[in-house]
Each structure stands twice: as structure tokens, then as C-alpha cells.
């Protein structure tokens, strides 16, 4: 992807990709590619907290 010129981050776990999000600006992300089998915290249980997040911002 980045040689396509894309900026391209990496989260080692659900809890950095969750933190990343938390961090950034609104709109900042264009596109998140989950594993679904990241430890700690894996990619559904990162998207479902991060979904919640999204929604408590719009409240």
C-alpha cells in the first residue's frame, strides 16, 4: 500500500489500534484493515469498542 502512496500506520494489538483512534482527529483515518486475530485485544473486539467510541462522540 505504501508503494501505491499511501500513508500507512500499524497497530501491534486491538489496544494501540483502539488508542491510535482515540489520539487522532476526527476524519483523520480513511480506511482501517482489521486482523482479526491481533492479541490482547483482537480486530472484531478493537472495532466494536471503537464503534462505541464513535457513537459517544455523536451523543
Excluded at 11 to 23: H, L, T, Y
Excluded at 41 to 58: D, F, L, S, V, W
Aim: contains cysteine.
Amino acid at each position: 500500500m505504501k508503494e501505491a502512496g499511501f500513508l500507512v500506520e500499524h497497530a501491534e494489538d486491538g489496544i494501540i489500534c483502539v488508542d491510535m483512534m482515540e489520539k487522532s482527529g476526527t476524519g483523520y483515518y480513511d480506511l482501517i484493515l482489521m486482523d482479526i486475530q491481533m492479541p490482547i485485544m483482537n480486530g472484531y473486539e478493537a472495532t466494536q469498542e471503537i464503534c462505541k467510541q464513535e457513537m459517544q462522540k455523536r451523543i
